[in-house]
C-alpha cells in the first residue's frame, strides 16, 4: 500500500510562494502519474499539476498555468509543487495523489491519495 505524507502548507499574503512537498512510500510501485489536487471553500475537487514519472511529463490546471511548477526527485521519492503569485482563489485543502486510473484531466480516479495540507492565500 502506498502512503503519501505532504507537508509545506502554510498561509501567504496575495503574490507571495509556497512549496509543497510530497513524499511516498513505495515509490515504485507507482508506475504512472503522480502530483497535486485541491479543494477549496465550496467548489469542486480539481487536478492541480501532475507529472509522469517516467518521462517528467507535466498537466497543469489552467488556472495555475505560469505561476506552478510540479518536479520530482526520484532519489528522495518526493514530488514538489513551487506555487508562486499565489492568489485568493488558491485557498484550499492540497492533495497529494498517485497513480491515474482513469478519467480526464483536471479531474480523474486516483488510486492513492495523502491526507492534505492546507493554503491559505490572504489579501
Known amino acids: 500500500q502506498v502512503q503519501l505524507v505532504e507537508s509545506g502548507g502554510g498561509s501567504v499574503q496575495v503574490g507571495g510562494s509556497l512549496r509543497l512537498s510530497c513524499t511516498a512510500s513505495k515509490y515504485t510501485s507507482i508506475t504512472n502519474w503522480m502530483g497535486w489536487f485541491r479543494q477549496g471553500p465550496g467548489k469542486e475537487r480539481e487536478g492541480v499539476a501532475v507529472?509522469?514519472?517516467?518521462?517528467?511529463?507535466?498537466y497543469y490546471a489552467d488556472s495555475v498555468k505560469g505561476r506552478f511548477t510540479i518536479s520530482q526527485d526520484n532519489a528522495e521519492s518526493t514530488v514538489y509543487l513551487q506555487m508562486n503569485n499565489l492568489k485568493p482563489e488558491d485557498t484550499a485543502m492540497y492533495y497529494c495523489?498517485?497513480?491515474?486510473?482513469?478519467?480526464?484531466?483536471?479531474?480523474?480516479?486516483?488510486?492513492?491519495w495523502g491526507q492534505g495540507t492546507q493554503v491559505t492565500v490572504s489579501s
Open positions: 507529472i509522469y514519472r517516467d518521462s517528467g511529463t507535466p
Open positions: 495523489v498517485a497513480d491515474w486510473r482513469g478519467g480526464n484531466w483536471p479531474f480523474g480516479d486516483f488510486g492513492y
